[in-house]
């Protein structure tokens, strides 16, 4: 799934195709993905796109007419491509500019959505998520007081978008491994001053992959049009049995919450649970 890095890389690599330009169409191919697509979005005529955000792993093109949010789900894409290119398989929507360009949806599981809305302070998927990682709200002080009594393993804490959004997977096993904590330590045994070394190396490990993706940008015009995601160099995520990076010892994995996890036993010690 792409992760928050990667939806900002992909917002600030079709901004430029999109921004002050005008939607003549939407071309909605296959309406069954997450969620129904917005049926308004069919009905998007010479419509002018005035800039574009992100709000968790949501990219949203704001409109005269409103907000289209879109989410790449678990394998969807999105690729900038001449009007005439040919439809691949799993290639469900496509926002026509004025332009000559298309933004083409390709989702072969079909976990995506695109959806409508024209008050985004109301937008219901918004109400209950938590600060952006990056932004000034989320402070060590904020995260000891959302991990206060909280009988949930760290790594699931972290990935909690009610407590801060844009965490994936990813992200959480290296910033746990930065910070020498075990991702089953209970949130509620946080330290102050765990909580502003968490905060910090989110933040930065967030960053980092943000101006890594940022050299791949060129990669949304490719001849094929497709965008090829940045590769990251990874210090524990996917690494079992590999030796840790800073002590040697074999990383291990377990399954937390569904998803595994990867840490170092020696670096990152269960202890304080």
Known sequence: MPELPEVETTKNGISPYLTGFTIERIVVRNPRLRWEVSPQLSEFRQVKVSHLSRRAKYLIIHTEKGAIIGHLGMSGSLRVVPQDSPIDKHDHLDIVMNNGKVLRYNDPRRFGAWLYTDNLADFHLFAKLGPEPLSEEFTGEYLFKKSRKKQTALKTFLMDNAVVVGVGNIYANE?????????????????????????????????????????????????????????????????????????????????????????????QKKGGK
């Open 175 to 267: 910033t746990l491994f930065l910070c020498g904590l075990h991702p089953l330590k209970l949130a509620k045994n946080l330290t102050k001053e765990q909580c502003e070394l968490l905060v910090q190396t989110i933040k930065q490990v967030l960053a980092s992959a943000i101006q890594q993706g940022g050299t791949t940008l060129k990669d949304f015009l490719q001849p094929d049009g497709r965008p090829g995601y940045f590769a990251q160099a990874l210090r524990v995520y996917g690494n079992k049995d590999k030796p840790c990076p800073k002590c040697g010892t074999k990383i291990e994995s377990l399954v937390i919450g569904q998803r595994n996890s990867f840490f170092c036993p020696k670096c």
